[in-house]
């Protein structure tokens, strides 16, 4: 059974910086393209950014040079360094698997089977 679980999520001023990690179980991560989703108070579910098979990385606009995704396929470990922090960042993060060719990926939530339970960003001024 697939698992994931994140971790790392927290309270940070505006300006500072998170990490957030999703370790995988249950199946060979290498073979999965892995994405963070974020949703905020009262919004719907939006994608962040994914990691293809490849390595190929993909980006919202809003966090395109301040939040690298990265992963560990050795550790089975998903990551996302969060730089520069703002207000608006301030959601749910939640980390998603599917298994996929080497340079497939999805925006949509639903091309996602595999979903861990979220992380809490807060981002204060």
């Known amino acids: 059974q697939v698992q994931l679980v994140e971790s790392g999520g927290g309270s940070v001023q505006a300006g500072g910086s998170l990490r957030l990690s999703c370790s995988a179980s249950?199946?060979?991560?290498?073979?999965?393209?892995m994405a963070w989703f974020r949703q905020a108070p009262g919004k719907q579910r939006e994608w962040v950014s994914s990691?293809?098979?490849?390595?190929?990385?993909l980006y919202l606009d809003s966090v395109q040079g301040r939040f690298p995704i990265s992963r560990d396929n050795a550790k089975n470990t998903l990551y996302l360094q969060m730089n520069s922090l703002k207000t608006e960042d301030t959601a749910m993060y939640s980390c998603?698997?599917?298994?996929?060719?080497?340079?497939?990926?999805?925006?949509?939530?639903?091309?996602?089977?595999?979903w861990g339970q979220g992380t809490q960003v807060t981002v204060s001024s």
């Open positions: 990691i293809t098979v490849a390595g190929t990385t």
């Open positions: 998603a698997a599917q298994q996929s060719g080497s340079g497939s990926y999805s925006r949509s939530q639903s091309w996602y089977n595999n």
């Open positions: 249950g199946y060979t991560a290498s073979n999965y393209c």
